[in-house]
């Protein structure tokens, strides 16, 4: 979920001071509610994000992030559905700028880093093999870690 078509750059990494991302994923059916962190991956040493220097900062976002009863899950979760069940994520992004990220920036600044709500549509074809197929808004939430500038630069 949320991964490009080919090795393009992901929706969410759009900007140069964006780290990594944890997107949220839901599947009523088998998969709980929750984020997983992406553009990160565990093994790599060479990562900012799992610089050793920045573990303290790391742990700050992801004990509330992983929390399946934490807030970001909770604004995830209680969105505002268009028809079809259409996730109207905006709203989340909305909520979790005005309630969550400013507290959690406040802890996370002085670190030099700073988290922002960002959601974005891709379309998708689908097909269930009868009368041809057709393109789907499919639509996505995430967090997305960001670098603060220098104060020096």
Same mark, same amino acid.
């Given at each position: =979920? %949320? !991964?490009a078509? *080919?090795? *393009? &750059?992901?929706r969410?990494?759009?900007?140069?001071?964006?780290?990594?991302?944890?997107l949220?994923?839901? *599947?009523?059916?088998?998969?709980p509610?929750?984020?997983?962190?992406?553009?990160?991956?565990?093994d790599?040493?060479? +990562?900012?994000?799992?610089a050793a220097?920045?573990? &303290?900062?790391?742990?700050?976002v992801?004990?509330e @992030?992983?929390n399946?009863?934490g807030?970001?899950v909770? @604004?995830?979760?209680?969105?505002? &559905? !268009?028809?079809?069940?259409?996730? =109207?994520?905006?709203?989340?992004?909305?909520?979790l700028?005005?309630?969550?990220?400013?507290?959690m920036?406040q802890k @996370?600044?002085?670190?030099?880093f =700073?988290v922002? %709500?960002?959601e974005?549509?891709?379309?998708?074809y689908?097909s +269930?093999?009868?009368?041809?197929g057709? &393109?789907?808004?499919?639509p996505?939430? *995430?967090i997305?870690?960001?670098?603060l500038?220098?104060?020096?630069?």
């Open positions: =979920m %949320g !991964a078509c *080919c090795k *393009c &750059t992901p969410w990494k759009n900007e140069e001071d964006v780290l990594c991302a944890y949220y994923e839901e *599947c009523g059916c088998c998969r509610r929750k984020f997983n962190l992406r553009g990160c991956k565990a790599d040493n060479e +990562h900012e994000w799992n220097t920045n573990a &303290t900062v790391r742990k700050l992801e004990e @992030i992983f399946p009863f807030q970001p909770e @604004i995830a979760a209680d969105v505002p &559905t !268009a028809c079809c069940g259409y996730e =109207m994520f905006e709203a989340a992004v909305a909520r700028e005005k309630e969550w990220s400013p507290k920036n @996370i600044e002085p670190y030099g =700073m922002e %709500g960002f974005w549509v891709e379309y998708r689908v +269930h093999g009868q009368h041809g057709h &393109t789907q808004p499919v996505h939430f *995430c997305r870690v960001k670098k500038a220098d104060k020096d630069e």
